[in-house]
């Protein structure tokens, strides 16, 4: 359990945001990549490849407005 979280929180709430939102990326990519192994279909695969690319740059969105920057954290310690 991370130490941003609280028992009420939903699971995924639960974990690191950069930890999920690479695991998701590990997961797109390896889709990605039987995709183009497994697919004849170029269209397909260009399809399959963009809506990864599209969901890869929402998780960055989503990691980015869970996570607080660095400068914040220090210019609270000053």
Not at 22 to 29: D, F, I, P, T
């Amino acid at each position: 359990m991370g130490e941003h979280s609280s028992p009420a929180e939903p699971m995924l709430s639960r974990f690191e945001p950069a930890a999920v939102a690479e695991g998701a990326r590990v997961v797109l990519g390896t889709l990605v990549a039987l995709g183009w192994i497994s697919l004849d279909d170029a269209t397909t695969n260009a399809i399959i490849t963009a809506v990864a690319a599209l969901a890869s740059v929402a998780l960055t969105v989503w990691t980015r407005r869970r996570v607080t920057p660095v400068a914040k954290l220090d210019d609270q310690a000053s």
